[in-house]
């Protein structure tokens, strides 16, 4: 009988750390899978959002061909662009989202959003039709240089 309690006490245990995460855990900022862009992750009502908060570089073989005045004038461009949308949680996870494809820059594919124990990975599983592809972002956490010169 004994065994029987300890058992249901250690299930009933691993069960509800799994499903720790508050809602808002995966707000903040975060740097995609390639490191070519820092996107921020808000709430609005319920409903989650990632906009582009600052490019770092652009493609290689795009921004070659660019002048500096160029990639600027394009990096501003991208800054404040919407590429998560309609991502909501339910029963501890993000679901029903949608994310901007980069390759066409305008389709959004169905994703769903899951964070790591650690809660500095974020697997967004990206799905479109039968396939599907998981990307991780990595928390980004800008360091500030606190020495003086």
């Not at 906009?51 to 500096?68: A, R």
């Not at 901007?100 to 809660?119: F, G, I």
């Not at 039709?129 to 991780?136: D, E, I, P, R, V």
């Amino acid at each position: 009988m004994r065994a029987d309690f300890f058992f249901t006490m250690l299930f009933l245990g691993t069960f509800f750390t799994q499903a720790q995460y508050s809602q808002s855990a995966i707000e903040g900022l975060w740097l995609n899978h390639d490191a070519s862009a820092v996107v921020e992750i808000y709430e609005e009502d319920g409903t989650f959002y990632g906009q582009v908060h600052e490019i770092l570089k652009f493609p290689t073989d795009k921004s070659e061909s660019l002048s500096e005045a160029q990639l600027k004038k394009g990096k501003e461009k991208m800054k404040g662009r919407l590429i998560l949308t309609d991502l909501t949680f339910e029963n501890g996870q993000w679901i029903n989202g949608r994310i901007l494809n980069p390759k066409d820059n305008s389709t959004r594919a169905k994703c769903t959003v899951s964070l790591e124990e650690n809660q500095k990975v974020l697997r967004i599983k990206i799905k479109r039709g039968f396939l599907s592809a998981t990307k991780n972002w990595t928390r980004y956490e800008t360091s500030i240089d606190t020495h003086e010169n």
